[in-house]
């Protein structure tokens, strides 16, 4: 098990390295860190090659509709040696099940509802790096030692209201809302 060490920035926030707060109680420090809403500037999915399992690999067939061998051809990467396993291939450097949406900020990963485990077991954060490079590629946002966002205030602005809109559509409730906002906006 890794040890972290927890620091407290100049207001008293408790943070890990790296900037990533992390939750407090009456006991002490918790090493859990806050989440933040992926916010789907799909760099994670250009830098990784995707390993699924043939289980995973048969349901996102199935559910796509095609064939095994079809659905082998077209999707995973042919030289990858794994018996029990297989790699999704990658086109234009990114995962082949993503997408880029026309005139934003966003990508979409097309078989969401049903992505290998380790696309769901991923978790953005600030300390990502993969996180750090997306706020800058597409928001020109980057974040301080202290882990907070900065960038012009017009900037900081959109970006909350698009972090707020992506809460909302997953169904966060205020008070995660709020969390969320105050850790990333300092509120």
Same mark, same amino acid.
């Given at each position: 098990?890794?040890?972290?060490?927890?620091?407290?920035?100049?207001?008293?926030?408790?943070?890990?390295?790296?900037?990533?707060?992390?939750?407090?109680?009456?006991?002490?420090?918790?090493?859990?860190?806050?989440?933040?809403?992926?916010? !789907?500037? %799909?760099? =994670?999915?250009?830098?990784?090659? /995707?390993?699924? @399992?043939?289980?995973?690999?048969?349901? +996102?067939?199935?559910?796509?509709?095609?064939?095994?061998?079809?659905?082998?051809?077209?999707?995973?990467?042919?030289?990858?040696?794994?018996?029990?396993?297989?790699?999704?291939?990658? !086109?234009? %450097?990114? =995962?082949?099940?993503?997408?880029? /949406?026309?005139? @934003?900020?966003?990508?979409?990963?097309? +078989?969401?509802?049903?992505?290998?485990?380790?696309?769901?077991?991923?978790?953005?954060?600030?300390?990502?790096?993969?996180?750090?490079?997306?706020?800058?590629?597409?928001?020109?946002?980057?974040?301080?030692?202290?882990?907070?966002?900065?960038?012009?205030?017009?900037?900081?602005?959109?970006?909350?209201?698009?972090?707020?809109?992506?809460?909302?559509?997953?169904?966060?409730?205020?008070?995660?809302?709020?969390?969320?906002?105050?850790?990333?906006?300092?509120?």
């Amino acid at each position: 098990m890794v040890k972290r060490v927890a620091v407290v920035d100049h207001k008293g926030t408790p943070r890990l390295h790296g900037g990533s707060v992390i939750q407090v109680n009456e006991h002490g420090y918790e090493t859990k860190e806050l989440s933040i809403p992926c916010f !789907r500037c %799909g760099v =994670c999915c250009t830098r990784y090659q /995707v390993c699924l @399992s043939l289980v995973e690999a048969r349901q +996102i067939a199935d559910e796509l509709g095609f064939a095994w061998d079809e659905w082998l051809d077209r999707y995973t990467d042919q030289s990858w040696p794994g018996a029990g396993s297989l790699l999704l291939r990658q !086109r234009k %450097g990114a =995962c082949v099940f993503l997408e880029h /949406v026309e005139g @934003s900020n966003m990508t979409r990963c097309l +078989i969401q509802p049903f992505k290998p485990s380790s696309c769901r077991e991923w978790k953005p954060g600030l300390y990502r790096r993969e996180c750090r490079e997306g706020l800058v590629k597409y928001w020109q946002l980057t974040v301080s030692c202290s882990g907070q966002l900065e960038g012009t205030k017009e900037r900081l602005m959109n970006f909350r209201s698009f972090i707020e809109s992506l809460m909302i559509a997953e169904g966060a409730d205020a008070s995660t809302r709020m969390s969320v906002q105050s850790m990333l906006f300092r509120i």
